[in-house]
C-alpha cells in the first residue's frame, strides 16, 4: 500500500541547508507517475566528507508548500531512490 502522506505533519519549515536541486522528476516517478497532482520538488542537501545528504525535500503544488525531513522523504521516494539522487548530485560535483 503507498505511504498516506495525511498521516503526517507538513508544517516544518525548510531547514539551512548547503544547497538545493531540483529533483521533480525523482519525485514524480515515484509518488505521482501520471503527474496528476503537478507537484514541483526541491531537495535539500548537506556536504559531507563522502558526498551529498539528503535532509528533506519541499514539495510545492499548486499555492501549497509542505516540507518533509529525510525520514520522511524516504518514505515517498524509497531509500534506494534517495540514494540515487545523492550519488547523482554527488558525481556531477565530481565531474563524472
Known sequence: MPFDRTQIARTRT???CDRTEDI???WIEETDKENVENEGCTGYFDETETGLLLVGVEVE???LTN???REIA???LTPETVDRI???FTA???GI
Do not use: C, I, K, Q
Open 14 to 16: 525548510a531547514p539551512l
Open 24 to 26: 521533480t522528476d525523482n
Open 61 to 63: 503544488s499548486g499555492s
Open 67 to 69: 516540507f518533509y525531513p
Open 74 to 76: 524516504m518514505r515517498f
Open 86 to 88: 545523492e550519488d547523482h
Open 92 to 94: 556531477v560535483d565530481e
